[in-house]
Structures are given as C-alpha cells and as structure tokens.
C-alpha cells in the first residue's frame, strides 16, 4: 500500500472509525498527554518522526512537549494528510509527508520515532521486516516511542530493548476492538547494540 483513500465509517474532530474499529478517539488524550510529559522529563529530540497523524492528537502534544525542531510526519490516508497538512501550515519545523511509512524516502536517522500507525490492510503484519525498518529509522543514538494500553508486557521488538519508563492509570480508552482500556504506559525502545 503506497497511499489510499479511505471511507471511514465515521470521521469527526473526536472519532476515527473504519469498518467498526475504532482507529483513534478522543479518549485518548489524557494517556497521550501523559506520555508526552513523561518523555519531556528525559527527551529533548531535535528531529522527530510520527508514523500515523489520525487526529493529530500527538503531533500537537510533541510540538507542545518537546519542541523538536524539525517534525516529520507520514500519513497514508489522503483525507487524513489532507488535515495533516492544514496541521502543517499553522507550525513551525513540521513536514507532512504522504504514504505508507515502509516505502516513503525519509531522512533517517531520527532522535525520536513515535509510530502509532493503524494498519488498514489485510496483510498480515511481518513484525521482523517492520522492525528493520524502524531500526534503520532510529539509528544507533535514537530511540522509538509506541503507545502502550493495558497493564501486560508492551510489544516487543526484534532488535530492540524496551524500557517501561512510567505505569499510569488514565480514563478509559475506547479500543480498537471496542473494549475499554484504563491502565497505560510510556514506553521507549531502542536499537540493541
């Protein structure tokens, strides 16, 4: 998939829904919120990449939490990039860019890959190639930041050392499944040597 258009079942400013999952929701904001002010503590990314804009909840927290100087951003959806880019032009540093992330040329290495991208295909998903990727996105000195909902072991990646940095309780979170989540963390991972 290099880019799509989709038909979401509903798109409004608090609600992302295709074929009955829920892709992003406003419920998400004080999690994000809260993950953003935990990176803050210990980040200072001059470069950042964010896989995924949805509603652009996190691309306005980053800009709000951790003043990166350059704020690349990929989206595949072109309504979706459509509001990434009206998002673009009202910040200083950020670059829009359209496509799936696995095929669009981006200037790696990043300080900071925030990658919470809804999968829209049928493919099943290769988590070793899809790590690859991210590594070579990351570099050696960077790292990758992926939400992490529920009170269980983040994802776990090939190539990678994930450290919990902060548990958090937060208010419930409608699911991609429709179930509702009120346990969180902030989670960084980062290239083993």
């Known amino acids: 998939?290099?880019?799509t258009s989709l038909t979401f079942d509903v798109k409004t400013d608090d609600y992302l829904i295709?074929?009955?999952?829920?892709?992003?929701?406003?419920?998400?904001?004080?999690?994000?919120?809260?993950?953003?002010?935990c990176l803050a503590k210990d980040l200072r990314p001059t470069r950042v990449l964010e896989i995924g804009f949805?509603?652009?909840?996190?691309?306005?927290?980053?800009?709000?939490?951790?003043?990166p100087a350059e704020h690349h951003i990929v989206e595949v959806d072109?309504?979706?990039?459509?509001?990434?880019?009206?998002?673009a032009s009202a910040q200083t540093g950020v670059v829009p860019y359209l496509g799936d992330w696995r095929s669009t040329s981006l200037p790696a290495p990043f300080d900071l890959v925030f990658y919470d991208p809804f999968d829209y295909s049928s493919e099943p998903d290769d988590v070793v190639s899809e790590a690859s990727l991210l590594r070579r996105l990351v570099g050696n000195e960077g790292a990758l930041c992926h939400p992490h909902f529920g009170d269980g072991l983040p994802?776990?990646?090939?190539?990678?050392?994930?450290?919990i940095l902060e548990r958090f309780l937060v208010p419930e979170i409608e699911m991609a499944d429709g179930t509702h989540c009120g346990h969180?963390?902030?989670?960084?991972?980062?290239s083993e040597k």
């Open 184 to 190: 969180a963390a902030a989670v960084l991972c980062f």
């Open 18 to 37: 295709w074929q009955g999952q829920v892709v992003m929701s406003r419920s998400e904001h004080p999690y994000f919120c809260q993950l953003f002010e």
């Open 54 to 67: 949805g509603l652009g909840i996190s691309a306005d927290l980053i800009q709000h939490y951790l003043h």
């Open 155 to 163: 994802r776990s990646l090939p190539g990678f050392q994930t450290a």
């Open 78 to 87: 072109t309504g979706i990039y459509a509001d990434l880019v009206q998002f």
């Open 1 to 3: 998939m290099t880019t």
